[in-house]
């Protein structure tokens, strides 16, 4: 079956901007997580959606980054007047249930910001 | 929060050699995961350990939970090209409702010919 997709794969933007990358999870999973990796990096922690809940924005850097999640599927990172240090590639993961730990992962959006 | 100590940072070996990489921990953490992230993709799981002191094989992998709840080991046997790649360790905690994951800082693995 289908993984967990992203889209841009890559995105340039200018300082200031606004982006927004999009993940659509693995067809029945219910736990979407987004992950920050800079180069070089493990993975950063930065939201986690389950079912219906409310999610857990713990992770989130700045008041800048922000996340929906509509239908309990697809989702959206949104990144308000982005940073060069937000410059990173942002990765989506899904899980099947609440109770599992194994997370699978898409491809990533690279983002880069001049 | 959690942290993970993950090494080594890198490690360069010839193709047919065993590898061994581990990460640890203050911490202790309810589950261990290994993945391998090849260039421009996502990680990929390779193995998951759910019981302290659990040993568990995948083809050439070989990950173990250590007794202590704090630490992890993966071993690759017989190494091939294709392992070439950064394996990131994994540790699991629950946090109210939710199964998080931290992870470790990666391992670039070189396989020379």
């Known amino acids: 079956g289908a993984g967990v997709s992203q889209s841009p794969s890559n995105k340039v933007t200018e300082k200031g901007k606004d982006v927004e990358l999009r993940c659509d999870p693995i067809s029945g999973h219910t736990a979407l997580y987004w992950y920050r990796q800079s180069l070089g990096q493990g993975l950063e922690f930065l939201i986690y959606f389950q079912g219906n809940s409310a999610p857990d924005k713990s992770g989130l850097p700045s008041d800048r980054f922000s996340a929906e999640r509509t239908g309990g599927s697809v989702s959206t990172l949104t990144i308000q007047r982005t940073q060069q240090e937000d410059s990173a590639v942002y990765l989506c993961a899904s899980s099947l249930a609440q109770g599992l730990y194994e997370q699978y992962f898409g491809p990533g959006t690279r983002l880069t910001v001049t | 929060g959690q942290q993970l100590n993950q090494s080594p940072q890198s490690m360069f070996i010839q193709e047919g050699e065993d590898v061994s990489m581990n990460c640890t921990s203050s911490?202790?953490?309810?589950?261990w995961l290994w993945y391998k992230q090849d260039p421009g993709e996502g990680p990929v799981l390779l193995i998951a350990l759910y019981k302290a002191g659990e040993l568990t094989s995948n083809g050439r992998l070989t990950a173990q939970f250590g007794i202590t709840r704090k630490d992890s080991f993966l071993n690759i046997s017989a190494s091939i090209p294709s392992d070439v790649g950064i394996y990131f360790c994994a540790g699991g905690i629950t946090s109210g409702s939710a199964r998080q994951l931290t992870f470790g800082s990666g391992t670039q693995l070189t396989v020379l010919p």
């Open positions: 911490s202790i953490f309810n589950t």
